[in-house]
């Protein structure tokens, strides 16, 4: 009974800092699209604080786009939530919808 409740707990353990690593890792990410270069595949965003990329401050931004269809998606003055991710070539867009 002991080792069943032991191994239970060390799995919800594990799950908890899983579930807390993705939702570092994936948070949203509110912005409006400032400008749009399809064929150069990025976008300028002007957004708030994105804790997940570690900036603190609001700023406009331009990123490039991992699925070059989120362009399409979307134009100038939208306002959108996105995630994103640093690579070595810059920062990636690699979601995003239109804000609701």
């Known amino acids: 009974m002991k080792r069943t409740i ?31 270069d399809e064929g150069a595949g990025k976008i ?6 994105a804790k997940s990329l570690g900036m603190d401050e609001p700023m ?3 990123y490039r786009v991992k ?15 996105f995630e994103a991710e640093e690579a070595a070539s810059g920062y990636t867009v690699t979601t995003m919808q239109k804000a609701k």
Do not use: N, W, Y
């Not at 300028?44 to 604080?49: I, R, V």
């Open 6 to 36: 032991r191994i239970a707990a060390a799995l919800a353990l594990t799950v908890s800092f899983v579930a807390e690593a993705f939702a570092a890792q994936g948070a949203a990410i509110s912005g409006e699209v400032k400008k749009i």
């Open 44 to 49: 300028t965003l002007k957004h708030g604080p």
């Open 60 to 62: 406009t931004m331009v």
């Open 67 to 81: 699925d070059p269809a989120l362009l399409k998606q979307v134009k100038v003055g939208d306002k959108v939530t």
